[in-house]
């Protein structure tokens, strides 16, 4: 590991967003007022450039396909190269408004043609030699995902240090994504290789969210994988704080949906909350990353990139409110509710488990569930066209069971200490005023979240009602009590 005082230093995770907006991301986050040796004693671990990914892979929403998609599905030589062809352009586009007409920007574009050429090399050769016959493509798509999300990262964090270096800060290169590399390590070893001559007193070091390593990163973590990279790195050297920039706060609820000026940022929460917003896919963090940093107990901080004056939320693993309160109303939206109704059901044990096991064949995630005697509703989070295959799986393998499904919404109130006997009323009461019919109510006994379930047009209005009676209700209500004792 890097030498450094016990406990000195930061490891900190920039999102693609904020990396894209470098003016931003130089005065906010990575400079700002800062001089001397104010400089150092912090990680950065970056993601690539906002929508980088989507064209090396697929788009993360729509499923647009990028290279990765079209190499393995379409097989389409000309679609993919020219896809490849498009990736580079953009690295250059990328390049040319950062660096303009400097030195810098020839080193970036002879960088990332390096790059690119080699993969779309290494590509050709694949296909070609699979074309044989005896090699199957199949058996090699996973590493194919895995070094075309690399350079992303890649390309991004070397841009990063050029542009430091120019600004006369020592930045360094650290690049953990394999490229040409025959050596199989762990991550936990690539990271220690990697900065272990590293003087963070003295040196920054600007490293790829992307870490090669047996089974492949972004098979292990998704699309999450920097924040994996980053939370690893957090807890491997002892970091004081982790810190993710984004171009967010994590707020009472979705500023959008309820009005900027009725959201606020959070303040403080636990890693209980953060992992709930993870499964409602909110990008607080990756719950892999954020199991990491809450065993070590490591507080996360979230910040809003371009709102440097605001602390942020932070995160530890043993926060709890003080008051039984909700601290934030999150909406998802496009969820698939399974129901399947089978009388036979209460003599078998095992009955949801080949339930689960049909819609894991069909990579359908499940968000939540309930039960009672002879009915399961599984709520799905799932693209429309995997839907049906898996109910038609689940038809043949239940026969005598009774299938429905239906598009809805997850509305979920989420805090630390949602304890209080009176909160579920008066969310359900809240709903009821907004003449919102509920199809669901769950709330478990760890009391972290109360979640419902609506119909899928009414997800913003069930927000704000939730909003406003759990959040902006409950806290005036505090302050007016609070300002009571003030004035007793």
């Known amino acids: 590991m ?26 906010n986050v990575l400079i700002g007022g800062r001089k001397g040796s104010a400089l150092y004693n912090r990680i950065f671990v970056l993601s690539a450039y906002n929508g980088m990914t989507d064209r090396l892979l697929e788009h993360k929403r729509t499923g647009k396909p990028g290279v990765y998609a079209l190499f393995a599905r379409v097989r389409s030589r000309s679609a993919w190269v020219e896809a490849v062809a498009e990736a580079h352009r953009e690295m250059r586009r990328i390049n040319a408004e950062i ?55 890649a390309h991004s964090t070397h841009n990063t240090v050029l542009l430091l270096r120019t600004l006369g800060v020592e930045a360094m290169f650290v690049d953990m994504t394999g490229w040409r590399d025959d050596t199989e390590m762990s991550l936990d070893a690539r990271i220690g290789k990697a900065l272990c001559a590293i003087d963070l007193g003295k040196q ?47 707020s009472t609820a979705d500023p959008k949906i309820v009005g900027i000026e009725r959201a606020r940022a959070i303040g403080r ?30 507080p996360l901080r979230i910040k809003n990139t371009f709102d440097p004056d605001c602390g942020g939320t932070v995160i530890t693993p043993d926060y709890v409110s003080d008051t039984p309160r909700a601290e934030i109303v999150v909406g998802f939206r496009g969820v698939y509710a399974l129901e399947l109704f089978d009388q036979d059901m209460g003599d078998v044990i095992d009955y949801d488990a080949d339930i689960l096991q049909t819609l894991k064949a069909h990579a359908v995630r499940v968000v939540t569930k309930t039960s009672n005697a002879n009915t399961i509703t599984h709520y799905l989070a799932a693209a429309p066209e995997a ?15 009774n299938i429905a499904t239906r598009k809805v919404s997850i509305v979920s109130a989420i805090g630390s200490a949602l304890n209080g006997q009176s909160l579920t009323a008066i969310a359900v009461q ?32 069930a927000v704000r009602a939730l909003h406003s009676a759990l959040i902006e209700d409950i806290r005036l209500r505090l302050t007016a009590q609070a300002s009571a004792a003030r004035t007793r």
């Open 430 to 461: 809240a709903l009821a005023d907004a003449c919102i019919d509920v199809l669901g109510v769950q709330q478990l006994m760890r009391n972290v979240d109360i979640i419902f379930i609506v119909d899928e047009v009414r997800l913003d209005d």
């Open 387 to 401: 839907i049906a295959p898996a109910v038609k799986a689940l038809e043949e393998k239940f026969p005598t069971a």
């Open 99 to 153: 660096f303009g007409n400097s030195p810098e920007r020839r080193v970036a574009d002879d960088f990332v043609s390096d790059r690119i050429e080699g993969v779309r090399g290494c590509l050709l050769d694949l296909q070609r030699v699979c074309s044989y016959g005896h090699f199957k493509i199949e058996e090699h798509l996973n590493a194919v995902r895995e070094i075309l999300a690399a350079q992303g990262e």
């Open 269 to 298: 929460t636990n890693y209980d909350v953060a992992d709930q917003l993870a499964n409602l896919e909110l990008e607080a963090i990756h719950w892999a990353a954020a199991k990491e940093l809450r065993h070590s107990n490591i």
């Open 2 to 27: 890097p030498n450094r005082q016990p406990s000195a230093h930061t490891v900190e995770k920039i999102g693609g967003t904020s990396i894209s907006n470098t003016a931003a991301v130089l005065e």
């Open 204 to 250: 920054l070091p600007i490293v790829t969210g992307y870490g090669q390593c047996p089974g492949g990163l972004m098979r292990l973590y998704g699309r999450g994988y920097t924040e994996a990279t980053f939370a690893r790195i957090a807890v491997l050297t002892g970091a004081r704080e982790a810190i993710i920039h984004k171009e967010f706060h994590l």
